[in-house]
């Protein structure tokens, strides 16, 4: 068995290799959190003494790379099927590749998105508030400690999920992309051999089965039905659990993309 000292120096090499996989994607990742965490005005002369701006981005960093796998994964894979399974069924005879994206990516990152959300609030709030009390509790007493964290919590919680959401949309997106590809790559194919798509995936179907042959005429999928589009581009409107922004971005700048995609995803 390995000894202690063996493991914490495995453990240790480890997270060097995250550190510098997250270097390599995104250098200066804390530069630019620091750029955009939130110190509450009520801290006063406690944040300055405590180095809250140098302290919080490492806290929230650290935080958002121990949940962000589990949430990013279970959000993404369900997504994923979810999309698939509909503009497949949806955009079957629709001979055009970029409508057939379009959709797919708008339902994708707007599931993933909100999926994420839900699955990360809390448990990103219990990790944030365990980081910032190992950073801190050396250094003020116990009913200051809790003041505190629960302020920089409430302050950098949105930030947190915000950057988690992006994580999860950015990799569904792509994930979806490469479940589609053959579909995408039948539709290129059909129009530069000048096939009609639509009459052979039509009779594809009537001979798979009653599907979709039995809907009314109105429901049945239709190449470029207006209505159709609709239902999918509602999905880009659907509110969020948080602000797409949180507050105090500097000129309304997004917040930083995070390397975390690379290095814990």
């Known amino acids: 068995a390995a000894s202690p000292a063996a493991m914490a120096a495995a453990a240790g090499g480890a997270a060097a290799a995250a550190a510098a996989a997250a270097s390599a994607a995104e250098p200066g990742l804390l530069t ?58 949806d955009y079957a005879t629709d001979p055009d590749e970029t409508r057939l994206r379009a959709a797919a990516h708008l339902m994708v990152s707007s599931l993933a998105g909100s999926l994420a959300l839900v699955t990360c609030k809390e448990p ?35 930030l947190g999920c915000t950057i988690i959401e992006r994580a999860a949309t950015d990799k569904a997106i792509r994930d979806i992309d490469k479940s589609l590809a053959q579909a995408y790559e039948t539709r290129v194919a059909a129009k530069q051999r000048g096939a009609d798509f639509y009459q052979r995936a039509t009779l594809q179907q009537q001979a798979a089965g009653p599907f979709p ?53």
Not at 59 to 72: F, K, L, S
Not at 76 to 88: Q, R
Not at 232 to 238: H, K, P, W
Request: aromatic letters at 4%; one cysteine or more.
């Open 124 to 158: 990103l709030r219990v990790s944030l508030s365990s980081q910032l009390r190992q950073m801190l509790q050396q250094q003020v007493d116990l009913q200051t400690l809790e003041q505190a964290v629960q302020l920089l919590v409430n302050d950098n919680l949105d």
């Open 213 to 265: 042959g039995a809907l009314p005429d109105s429901l049945k999928p239709k190449p470029g039905n207006p209505s159709q589009q609709r239902v999918y581009e509602d999905y880009g409107r659907l509110p969020r659990g948080v602000q797409p922004l949180p507050r105090g971005y500097p000129d309304g700048n997004a917040p930083p993309s995070s390397p975390l995609q690379v290095s814990c995803i």
């Open 32 to 89: 630019k959190l620091h750029t955009y965490v939130q110190i509450s005005p009520q801290l006063g002369v406690l944040a300055e003494r405590l180095q809250l701006k140098r302290l919080v981005p490492v806290a929230v960093d650290r935080a958002m790379c121990e949940i962000i796998t589990p949430v990013v994964e279970r959000s993404v894979t369900i997504a994923c099927m979810t999309t698939y399974e509909l503009v497949t069924k």
